[in-house]
Nanobody
Framework: QVHLVESGGGLVQPGGSLRLSCAAS??????????MSWYRQAPGKERELVAT??????NYADSVKDRFTMSRDNDKKTVYLQMNSLKPEDTAVYYC???????????WGSGTLVTVSS
């Protein structure tokens, strides 16, 4: 059974930093073959893509480019999201997503709350 567990959320002041982690387990295939993504959902808004990392590289939403960095440690089956220069509009529940190939099953974590406020 696949599990994705996010951690690292919390309350931070504007301009601050946080690092989120997503630990994966239970995959049927090698972890490196899964595209991993971070999404977020702010109150009253739809879930949006923040960053994606595949074997080909990473992509970021325009709103977080140059502030957020996604990385992965395939040996630890963990992905990270380093978030710098945080803004109040970054406040959201952040979710980790895994998918293998274009038609593979999509797996979601339960999310971690990030609150940016003074």
């Amino acid at each position: 059974q696949v599990h994705l567990v996010e951690s690292g959320g919390g309350l931070v002041q504007p301009g601050g930093s946080l690092r989120l982690s997503c630990a994966a387990s239970g995959f049927s295939f090698i972890f490196s073959s899964y595209a991993m993504s971070w999404y977020r959902q702010a109150p009253g808004k739809e879930r949006e893509l923040v960053a994606t990392m595949t074997s080909a590289g990473g992509n970021y939403a325009d709103s977080v480019k140059d502030r957020f960095t996604m990385s992965r440690d395939n040996d630890k089956k963990t992905v990270y999201l380093q978030m710098n220069s945080l803004k109040p509009e970054d406040t959201a529940v952040y979710y980790c997503k895994a998918r293998r190939g274009m038609y593979g099953t999509i797996y979601w974590g339960s999310g971690t709350l990030v609150t940016v406020s003074s």
